[in-house]
C-alpha cells in the first residue's frame, strides 16, 4: 500500500482539525449524525454476531466494519474531533480558538447522540416488532450490558468511576491510532486495514466508547434495563467521555504532534578525541 512517513501524516492531522473547526454547523451536525448512527449499527451487529455465535472474539473482530465505512464516508466522531481539533489550537493556525475547538465537541456530541439514539429506537422497535414481543437474545444482552456498565461500576464508588475513565482512555488511545493509520495510506485496502487493528483490539478489551454507548445504554433502557439516564450519564457516559479525551489527545495526539510535527533539534555528536585535543 502507498504509505506516508510520520512527519507528512501528522501534517494531515494538524489540517483535518483546522478543517473540523470551520466547517458550517449544517455539515458538523450531518456528518457526526451519520457517524454516531453507522457506529450504533456496527455495535448492534457485533452484538448479535457474538450473541448467536456464542464466541465474542468473532464480534470484536467484525465491529470495525463500521468505523471503517463512516470514516470513508468523511463522517466524524466525536472520539476523533478529541485528537485532531486541539492540534490545530497548539499549532496556532490562523482563527482557531478555544471556543471554536469547544465549539465543534459540542456539535459532534449532539450529532453522534441523535444519530445512535435513532438506531437505538429503530433497532428496539425491530427486536420487539414495534414493542409488543420480548427483545429476544439479543435485546436482553445489550440490556444486561447497559446494567453491567452502569450499576456495575457504581457498586464501587469513586473507584468504579475511575475504572470507566481508564477504560475511556485507553479505548481512545486505539480509536484515535484508527483515525491516524487512516491517514498513513492513500488506498483503500491500507486504510480499512490500518484502522481495523486498533478498532478490534478496543472492542474485545470492552474499554469505553462514548459514541458507542450513545447507542448502547439508550438502547438498553427502552428493552428494559433496570438503570437511571442519571445511572447513564454519571456512572457511564460523562467518565467515558473525559476518559476518551484523555487517552485520544495524551496517548496518540500530543505524542505523534510533538516527535514527528514540532521535533527536538537533532543530536550534535560528540568531537572526536583528536578534535577535543585541537
Known amino acids: 500500500m502507498a504509505y506516508l512517513i510520520p512527519s507528512e501524516f501528522v501534517t494531515k492531522m494538524v489540517d483535518a482539525g483546522e478543517s473540523k473547526i470551520f466547517m458550517s454547523t449544517r455539515d458538523t451536525l450531518i456528518r457526526a449524525y451519520m457517524a454516531g448512527a453507522i457506529l450504533a449499527l456496527a455495535a448492534v451487529f457485533a452484538v448479535t454476531v457474538a450473541v448467536q455465535t456464542g464466541v465474542f472474539l468473532v464480534g470484536a473482530m467484525l465491529f470495525p466494519v463500521g468505523f471503517c465505512m463512516l470514516y470513508l464516508m468523511g463522517f466524524d466522531l466525536l472520539t476523533g474531533v478529541f485528537v485532531l481539533t486541539p492540534l490545530a489550537l497548539l499549532d496556532k493556525r490562523p482563527g482557531v480558538t478555544t471556543h471554536g475547538v469547544l465549539r465543534n465537541w459540542g456539535l459532534v456530541f449532539l450529532g453522534n447522540f441523535a444519530g445512535a439514539l435513532t438506531v437505538a429506537f429503530m433497532m428496539a422497535f425491530v427486536f420487539t416488532y414495534g414493542f409488543n414481543t420480548d427483545p429476544g437474545a439479543v435485546g436482553t444482552k ?59 483490539l478496543f472492542f474485545f478489551m470492552g474499554f469505553e466508547h462514548s459514541v458507542v454507548n450513545m447507542f448502547l445504554f439508550p438502547s438498553a433502557m427502552i428493552m428494559g434495563g433496570d438503570f437511571s439516564i442519571m445511572d447513564y450519564f454519571i456512572w457511564n457516559e460523562i467518565p467515558t467521555a473525559l476518559g476518551n479525551l484523555v487517552g485520544g489527545l495524551a496517548f496518540t495526539g500530543l505524542t505523534l504532534y510533538s516527535t514527528h510535527y514540532k521535533t527536538a533539534p537533532k543530536r550534535k555528536l560528540a568531537a572526536s578525541g583528536k578534535e577535543a585535543m585541537a
Open 142 to 200: 445489550i440490556a444486561s450490558v447497559g446494567e453491567a456498565r452502569t450499576l456495575g461500576y457504581a457498586q464501587y464508588g469513586l473507584a468504579g468511576w475511575l475504572t470507566i475513565f481508564l477504560r475511556g482512555m485507553l479505548c481512545n488511545w486505539m480509536v484515535s491510532m484508527g483515525v491516524v493509520g487512516a491517514m498513513i495510506s492513500t488506498t483503500v485496502s491500507g486504510k480499512v486495514l490500518a484502522m481495523w487493528m486498533p478498532i478490534m
